[in-house]
């Protein structure tokens, strides 16, 4: 497979999702039952991506530096830090970690 | 302020300007995977969706050329909450023609966070456009930055560039984590995506740990009542 075709098909085939998204009609989401898988939904997709980026690596489980950044961001988040500091200091936690050990 | 309170033209140039540190590593690891700078843009502004594009470069990266119909796959599959996202933003955006051409394009997890995160219509609606419009923009300068930039830093771990990416989605959801569903919701997430990394194929992990969480917090709040 060509590269330029495989970021064109990839780039389609994710915007599709986005599209057909938009067209499902309103009343699907009506009922209170739907409204609060898709609000669940939200919050287990962002979850799970926070879990994938903090705790594995390749396609294994690693423990390494963003684990202590993303404590310090919880701790932030407590403080009700901007979320721009917030981002700001994970990164300077991580890699002030990674500098020292 | 947090991504729910302040000015909303301050919260969505935030987020963009956060988005595009994360950005920069993204474009630095396109460097590494073998593209080059016009592929690596050309994902961010035709696929515009940081877990699929990381998704696309990292399988890339591991398993070359032959792995490109993997990697169109794994984009694929992450890209299915922005469906999830469209869907619940239909009722609150109502677009049509060429808006819902462009709005679709922008349906993202910072534009959707920002957006359910504001009270007031106008807000949600506002908070979409100019929350996707200042990611979108960010996000493609930092790309090209970080290619740029790629060879000269090295690695992006060393400035935790990877560590900013986690903290920012962290900090997205962070609001919808205070009530006790909600956080149980995600903590059955995180943990149950983790543990499926090792046993899935890439993309996966994120969708079943979604699909599982979905499901026991739904049983959970019919059994609270």
Request: proline letters at 3%; charged letters at 10%; one cysteine or more.
């Given at each position: 497979?060509?590269?330029?075709?495989?970021?064109?098909?990839?780039?389609?085939a994710?915007?599709?999702?986005?599209?057909?998204?938009?067209?499902?009609?309103?009343?699907?989401?009506?009922?209170?039952?739907?409204?609060q898988?898709?609000?669940?939904?939200?919050?287990?997709?962002?979850?799970?991506?926070?879990?994938?980026?903090?705790?594995?690596?390749g396609?294994?489980i690693?423990f390494d530096?963003?684990?202590?950044?993303?404590?310090i961001a919880?701790?932030?988040?407590?403080?009700k830090?901007?979320?721009?500091?917030?981002?700001?200091?994970?990164a300077?936690?991580?890699a002030?970690?990674?500098?020292?050990f | 302020?947090?991504v729910g309170?302040?000015?909303?033209?301050?919260v969505?140039?935030?987020?963009?300007v956060?988005t595009?540190?994360?950005?920069i590593?993204?474009g630095?690891?396109?460097?590494?995977?073998g593209?080059?700078?016009y592929?690596t843009?050309?994902?961010?502004i035709?696929?515009?969706?940081?877990?699929?594009?990381?998704a696309?470069i990292?399988?890339?990266?591991?398993?070359?050329?032959g792995?490109?119909?993997?990697?169109?796959?794994?984009s694929w599959l992450?890209g299915?909450?922005n469906?999830?996202?469209?869907?619940s933003?239909a009722?609150?955006?109502?677009?049509s023609g060429?808006?819902?051409v462009?709005?679709?394009?922008?349906?993202i997890?910072?534009s959707?966070?920002?957006?359910?995160?504001?009270e007031?219509?106008?807000?949600?609606?506002?908070?979409?456009?100019?929350?996707?419009?200042?990611?979108?923009?960010?996000?493609?300068i930092?790309?090209?930055?970080?290619?740029l930039?790629?060879?000269?830093?090295?690695?992006?771990?060393?400035?935790?560039?990877d560590?900013a990416?986690?903290?920012?989605?962290?900090?997205?959801?962070?609001?919808?984590?205070?009530?006790?569903?909600?956080?149980?919701?995600?903590?059955?997430?995180?943990v149950?995506?983790v543990?499926?990394?090792?046993?899935?194929?890439p993309?996966?992990?994120v969708?079943a740990?979604?699909v599982?969480a979905?499901g026991f917090?739904?049983?959970i709040?019919?059994?609270?009542k």
């Amino acid at each position: 497979m060509n590269t330029w075709l495989a970021i064109g098909v990839a780039a389609l085939a994710v915007y599709s999702w986005k599209f057909i998204g938009t067209l499902v009609p309103a009343r699907f989401l009506e009922s209170k039952r739907l409204l609060q898988i898709s609000q669940f939904l939200t919050i287990a997709l962002l979850m799970s991506l926070v879990g994938v980026q903090t705790f594995t690596g390749g396609k294994g489980i690693e423990f390494d530096a963003r684990i202590v950044a993303i404590v310090i961001a919880g701790i932030c988040l407590k403080l009700k830090v901007p979320f721009i500091g917030v981002v700001l200091i994970a990164a300077v936690t991580a890699a002030l970690v990674r500098l020292i050990f | 302020m947090t991504v729910g309170s302040g000015s909303l033209k301050s919260v969505s140039v935030s987020v963009g300007v956060a988005t595009g540190l994360y950005g920069i590593s993204f474009g630095a690891l396109g460097a590494t995977a073998g593209l080059d700078i016009y592929q690596t843009v050309a994902l961010s502004i035709f696929m515009f969706s940081g877990g699929s594009q990381f998704a696309f470069i990292g399988v890339l990266a591991s398993g070359g050329i032959g792995s490109l119909p993997a990697a169109v796959t794994s984009s694929w599959l992450l890209g299915v909450r922005n469906g999830f996202y469209a869907l619940s933003l239909a009722p609150i955006l109502k677009l049509s023609g060429f808006r819902r051409v462009l709005g679709a394009q922008l349906t993202i997890d910072e534009s959707a966070a920002v957006s359910t995160s504001r009270e007031s219509h106008s807000e949600q609606v506002k908070g979409f456009w100019f929350t996707g419009i200042s990611v979108f923009v960010f996000w493609n300068i930092a790309t090209g930055l970080g290619f740029l930039l790629g060879n000269s830093i090295g690695d992006p771990k060393q400035f935790g560039l990877d560590a900013a990416a986690a903290a920012a989605l962290f900090a997205l959801v962070w609001p919808r984590l205070l009530n006790l569903l909600g956080g149980f919701v995600g903590l059955v997430a995180l943990v149950s995506a983790v543990i499926l990394v090792p046993l899935l194929p890439p993309g996966m992990p994120v969708l079943a740990a979604a699909v599982l969480a979905v499901g026991f917090g739904t049983l959970i709040s019919r059994w609270i009542k």
